[in-house]
């Protein structure tokens, strides 16, 4: 019996890479002896891409459109496809093609190759990305694996492959902040990077601007670490030392010196200071605080729809 490469493609507002998008996947069929099939989520999309992707389901065999009932969130939206997945080896892959669905074919025979469960896909060009953005993304995973015990390699996204035994394992993972590149190398099985050259967006907009980026860099930094927490604990420290200093030296200047400290703005500047960083560390317990009060509400992740499955066969 054949295996199955099963494809995840989360969708949201991409009517116009869909076709290009769907010729692309339909080139790797003929290429391989596995079966492929191609598991589309449509995340909330209110461009029509529901509606086309309907139409290939009718027009094409093993594919599959998941809609969800409204916008999730990319992450959700490749959870979602996680779990209604069940090939031998499941890929990811995002509908803007800068990660080309070829790569998909290297990157299953590497895995067979060397017998890994998973392999990542590591850009070691950026074409079409501004200087902001690649500082930024060095930043972020440099800062990611410092302060976490996660090792997650630079210039990797959420395009990889992996096998069977990695798929069972990450549908037990079911906490509501989601950092997927971050989820995956946590289970720890054996993985190595595919390098290749990542292409420009082949139309439409970013659904990833700076704030949402923000946002994951923050689910990741909250969801793989303490070090927000130890952090304050420091300022924390650092602040009541320098109170006690402060205040050693007014005393000294008083009894000794016979000085008296003149302090109206001192006063006032260290209220300020001492008061943003109250704000501060309260800020940090409060999204742990936050972050526990979803997770107790056990609501579900995301949710189906409709889901709409080809029923013709290879």
Known sequence: MKKTLEIIIPIYNEIECLDELMTQLLALRP????????????????????????????????????????????????????????GDYVGVIDADLQDPPEIMLEMLSLMKKESLDIVYAQRI?????????????????????????????????????????TLLAFKTLRERHRFIRGLIPWIGFKSKAFQFSRDERYAGQTKYPFFKMLELSMDAMFSFSRAPLKIANVIGFLSVLCGFVLAIYTLLAHFLWKVTVPGYTTIILVILILSGIQLLILGILGEYIGRIFEESKHRPLYIVDVIHDSTLSE
């Open 125 to 165: 060009e950026r074409k079409g990305e501004s200087v902001f953005k690649k500082c930024t993304a060095h930043l972020f995973y440099s800062m990611i694996r410092k302060f976490t015990k996660i090792d997650i390699p630079e210039n990797t996204g959420d395009c990889r492959l992996i096998n069977k035994k």
């Open 31 to 86: 290429k391989v002896s596995e079966n492929i099939s191609f598991l589309f989520v449509n995340d909330g999309s209110v461009d029509g891409s529901g509606d086309v992707l309907n139409q290939y389901v009718g027009q094409h065999s093993l594919m599959k459109v998941i809609h969800l009932s409204r916008n999730f969130g990319h992450q959700f939206a490749l959870t979602a496809g996680f779990d209604h997945s069940d």
